[in-house]
């Protein structure tokens, strides 16, 4: 492990690491899921009051009729600002994070670990197909990689993008924890895929106790 000064090539890796704002990410999730599945939890409660009003009492029609859709959109209205605090929540902590890496950028300082692959475990979600990686280096450590290059999309499987090989460099900033992974040297193999639970996965890449391997290929 060395600790040395930031390069151009080094910046334009975390550059191209780093994800889109989650506020983009959260809209578009918005428009695809959230809108539809407020609109749903709002209709179900509303049938589910009204035929229990209409099981239960004898309330006239209209006035069944309108209770039951004032609960409906209170659940949708429940459902969105719901949605709404959860985007925002994600989107301060996202600008916290950002500039705790601005600032590791600016100090221009990256800490720098290598090692050499003996082997690489292929775990994949079904549902969406997005992969992790296990891999096991010569001084016995286990890195996890996430690569949602594979996540299915549109109902088509994709080829991952992420080039494997024998040999591994981690950069970490230093204050914020922000890294990037880098395969070099001769071409790794990519060994066939295991099915696994995606919610035992670890949510970045990151090292791993040793003993990982065994429990995350088990579930």
């Known amino acids: 492990m060395t600790r040395r000064t930031l390069t151009d090539d080094d910046r334009a890796r975390f550059a191209a690491a780093m994800t889109p704002a989650p506020l983009v990410r959260e809209a578009t999730f918005l428009l695809l899921f959230i809108v539809p599945a407020g609109f749903a939890c709002g209709l179900i409660a509303a049938l589910v009051l009204a035929v229990g009003i209409d099981l239960l009492t004898d309330t006239p029609r209209p006035q069944r009729t309108m209770i039951a859709k004032g609960v409906g959109w209170a659940a949708g209205a429940a459902f969105y600002a719901l949605a709404a605090v959860t985007m925002l929540r994600t989107s301060f902590r996202d600008r916290n994070r950002r500039a705790a890496i601005g600032a590791d950028l600016a100090r221009g300082e990256v800490i720098e670990e290598t090692a050499h692959i003996v082997r690489l475990i292929r775990l994949r ?95």
């Open 125 to 219: 979600e079904e549902e969406h197909a997005t992969e992790l990686l296990l891999v096991e280096t010569d001084d016995g450590r286990v890195r996890a990689l996430l690569d949602d290059s594979t996540t299915n999309t549109e109902g088509r499987p994709r080829r991952s993008t992420l080039k494997l090989a024998r040999d591994l460099r981690v950069l970490r900033l230093p204050g914020s924890g922000f890294e990037v992974t880098i395969f070099e040297g001769a071409p790794l193999r990519r060994p066939p895929a295991r099915d696994s639970d995606p919610r035992n996965w670890p949510e970045t890449d990151q090292w791993l106790p040793p003993d990982s391997i065994a429990r995350l290929a088990a579930g």
